[in-house]
């Protein structure tokens, strides 16, 4: 194997994994298989993610017996957003494929999402158009991809598929932490990069069981707020809390003015009513808002930096081990 080879491949692989020991020496050999008939050199990087069953040691040993495999171990468990960034930050090709140990991606899939980054794509996204999941998980995905493409302008039929390739540099910059990696396509589509999507083959789980449960499906639609003012109001933070100053201002107002009148055309008594309490405090939120809007706007401005690097930087500091 050339020098080449091993310090600069053009191709990296990074493969998240918890708790995938009887699923990873497949893994490994689909792999090998997908990328050799490629005539790229290339790299898998697997990083495990506080597993704790027997997969550090499978992945050691695979990459002692092949240098084109390597591993990264975190010391406990941090999510899968949390891993993909460590891998990320440690991964060396110039184009990445991102792809679940668990084997429902199917590694024969990959040199056709390179053939589209050749195409011109800046990324590719998988689609499982035919699904091998439960009931349970399909119904919820579907509801997210559809309320996820509403939101952010990007529609894609899977947003949250495991199976990605992409030029590296876009993972650079998109924000990895939380559930973000649920919305890569939608963070580098506002970056302005090509997103397509391409169907590909799933398949059902064989070993293990799935890390997905109700709670994922909570944190992801928490951190759909966060990709709204990421992608829509990264640049112009005074239009968010603006907005909503404006609104709560609005109704603060109608409130006031209609005690006014009750005070002045009336002899009812305005000064014990909840009412006149809930309109003074929404003009002091309206204030607040508004005032905390400009304060973020004139941040922008003294750092005289760009949205996607004030704000779209990740923080890639993650506790890890290597291996030896």
Same mark, same amino acid.
């Given at each position: 194997?050339?020098?080449?080879?091993?310090?600069?491949?053009?191709?990296?692989?990074?493969?998240?994994?918890?708790?995938?020991?009887?699923?990873?020496?497949?893994?490994?050999?689909?792999?090998?298989?997908?990328?050799?008939?490629?005539?790229?050199?290339?790299?898998?990087?697997?990083?495990?993610?506080?597993?704790?069953?027997?997969?550090?040691?499978?992945?050691?040993?695979?990459?002692?017996?092949?240098?084109?495999?390597?591993?990264?171990?975190?010391?406990?468990?941090?999510?899968?957003?949390?891993?993909?960034?460590?891998?990320?930050?440690?991964?060396?090709?110039?184009?990445?494929?991102?792809?679940?140990?668990?084997?429902?991606?199917?590694?024969?899939?990959?040199?056709?999402?390179?053939?589209?980054?050749?195409?011109?794509?800046?990324?590719?996204?998988?689609?499982?158009?035919?699904?091998?999941?439960?009931?349970?998980?399909? %119904?919820?995905?579907? +509801?997210?991809?559809? #309320?996820?493409? $509403?939101?952010?302008?990007?529609? /894609?039929?899977? !947003?949250?598929? @495991?199976?990605?390739?992409?030029?590296?540099?876009?993972?650079?910059?998109?924000?990895?932490?939380?559930?973000?990696?649920?919305?890569?396509?939608?963070?580098?589509?506002?970056?302005?990069?090509?997103?397509?999507?391409?169907?590909?083959?799933?398949?059902?789980?064989?070993?293990?069981?799935?890390?997905?449960?109700?709670?994922?499906?909570?944190?992801?639609?928490?951190?759909?707020?966060?990709?709204?003012?990421?992608?829509?109001?990264?640049?112009?933070?005074?239009?968010?809390?603006?907005?909503?100053?404006?609104?709560?201002?609005?109704?603060?107002?109608?409130?006031?003015?209609?005690?006014?009148?009750?005070?002045?055309?009336?002899?009812?008594?305005?000064?014990?009513?909840?009412?006149?309490?809930?309109?003074? %405090?929404?003009?002091? +939120?309206?204030?607040? #808002?508004?005032? $905390?809007?400009?304060?973020?706007? /004139?941040?922008? !401005?003294?750092? @005289?930096?760009?949205?996607?690097?004030?704000?779209?930087?990740?923080?890639?500091?993650?506790?890890?081990?290597?291996?030896?």
């Amino acid at each position: 194997m050339s020098e080449r080879q091993h310090s600069e491949p053009e191709v990296s692989l990074l493969a998240p994994a918890k708790n995938e020991a009887e699923s990873l020496p497949l893994l490994f050999a689909e792999i090998r298989t997908a990328m050799e008939s490629q005539h790229r050199t290339w790299e898998l990087l697997v990083v495990d993610d506080g597993s704790t069953d027997e997969s550090w040691r499978v992945i050691a040993g695979q990459a002692a017996a092949d240098p084109r495999f390597r591993g990264l171990r975190l010391r406990r468990n941090f999510g899968k957003a949390a891993a993909l960034a460590a891998g990320v930050a440690e991964v060396r090709g110039a184009l990445l494929v991102t792809i679940d140990a668990d084997l429902q991606d199917d590694p024969a899939e990959i040199p056709r999402l390179l053939d589209e980054l050749d195409d011109g794509a800046d990324l590719v996204s998988g689609h499982k158009a035919q699904r091998k999941d439960p009931l349970g998980k399909r %119904l919820p995905s579907k +509801f997210f991809n559809w #309320m996820t493409g $509403l939101i952010t302008g990007l529609r /894609l039929s899977d !947003h949250n598929c @495991g199976l990605k390739a992409a030029r590296t540099e876009v993972y650079r910059r998109v924000p990895l932490y939380g559930e973000l990696h649920r919305y890569i396509p939608a963070l580098a589509h506002q970056l302005g990069y090509r997103v397509r999507e391409r169907a590909v083959n799933h398949r059902p789980r064989l070993h293990g069981k799935s890390k997905y449960g109700f709670e994922r499906y909570v944190r992801g639609a928490l951190d759909l707020l966060t990709v709204v003012a990421l992608t829509r109001y990264g640049r112009r933070p005074a239009h968010l809390f603006g907005g909503l100053g404006l609104l709560l201002g609005t109704v603060g107002t109608l409130i006031l003015l209609y005690l006014t009148g009750v005070w002045v055309f009336t002899e009812q008594s305005i000064g014990t009513r909840p009412l006149l309490t809930l309109g003074m %405090l929404l003009e002091i +939120f309206a204030v607040q #808002m508004v005032s $905390l809007g400009l304060l973020a706007e /004139l941040v922008l !401005h003294r750092t @005289g930096r760009d949205r996607d690097v004030t704000v779209l930087v990740a923080d890639h500091t993650h506790d890890e081990s290597r291996v030896a």
